[in-house]
């Protein structure tokens, strides 16, 4: 999948009802309410904080691009998109930003170090840069590598043969996963940069990048599902628990033991707004989920019916039709219907 098509099938999903910045919050993974609740509307998981060191001028340039082609119709208001963009396919992509936050980047990091150590101590050279330098994960990697026993021959084969067949395993294109490994350092070998892969391989650099991030998010749920015991370990912290953003699992706490919106609000030091966004949140994925604290049954259907009627997600043209239902309770009420509710 190249970038252009990441911006693309965003805008598909929220063709006309949304400001062209709005992808590019959400490819960096921004927790704003509008952000968040837009993955339940549109269902687009799969794109949330794939990036979430996206440079602007590399976002607006994939606009200029999808101008450039004919598929973007320019508007300095909402998303526009030319009916050849709307009837155009984009590939299957194994990205799931909402599962992995730009956690992927870690796990990177923690195999590149661990890769580089091992691959220098089995040619007894015991002296290198680290081409990891964050010390977080520079202090991960020597416990992990200390808890293995990384020196013996034995270990060194089988976490090799680990990454090797899990790797291979992954559901992703071989080039995609040479990108990948092309990134890794070793004894002697340095890691290519994004500029070098882009050349090798005739794509851009934010294509190389966004390459990477598909391989890593295959190669993670192919970890997640098999047995692969010296590399399971490399996981810890990087496949997120639960659906919901921290904050939202606070107020959420809070709700299960009988406060109300207002009281959370209140205990929690936050704008009831902040507290909205975190019920949204909660509508949107918790399939038990009740409105009924909110609004009446009426009012939900309601909602859901000229939602329908009129084609749109937009809370303000929803809220003309219907000035008796709040704000929230249009956002409550089409986050449970993006949740399939």
Known sequence: MRFDEVVLAIMKAVDGQRTVSSPYHLIKGKKSGQTIQ???YFGLHPYFAVFPKLDKQDYLSSIERLEARGLLIPDENTVQLHRSAIELEIPPTPLNGWKYRGNESRFFARISL????????????????????????????????????FRS???????????????????????????????????????????????????????????????????????????????S???????????????????QNLSERGFSLQQIAELRQLKSSTIEDHFVEMAMNDPAFSSAPFMDDQLFASIHQISKEMKTMRLRDIKERLPEASYFQIRLALAMRGAGK
């Open 38 to 40: 837009d993955i339940g």
């Open 114 to 149: 661990v890769v580089q150590t091992m691959s220098n101590f089995m040619q007894g050279h015991k002296r290198f840069d680290p081409v990891v330098t964050d010390e977080t994960v520079q202090a991960w990697a020597k416990a992990y590598l200390n808890r293995i026993d």
């Open 153 to 231: 021959a034995a270990v060194q084969e089988a976490f090799s043969n680990q990454v090797e067949t899990s790797l291979a395993a992954a559901k992703i294109s071989e080039t995609h996963k040479e990108i990948l490994v092309e990134r890794l350092s070793g004894f002697g070998v340095g890691g290519h940069t994004w500029d070098q892969l882009a050349m090798e391989h005739g794509v851009l650099p934010i294509d190389a990048k966004i390459a990477a991030v598909e391989t890593l998010h295959a190669w993670l749920d192919m970890l997640e599902s098999m047995e692969y015991p010296l590399l």
């Open 233 to 251: 370990e490399m996981l810890e912290g990087i496949i997120q628990q639960s659906a919901l953003t921290e904050s939202a699992k606070r107020t």
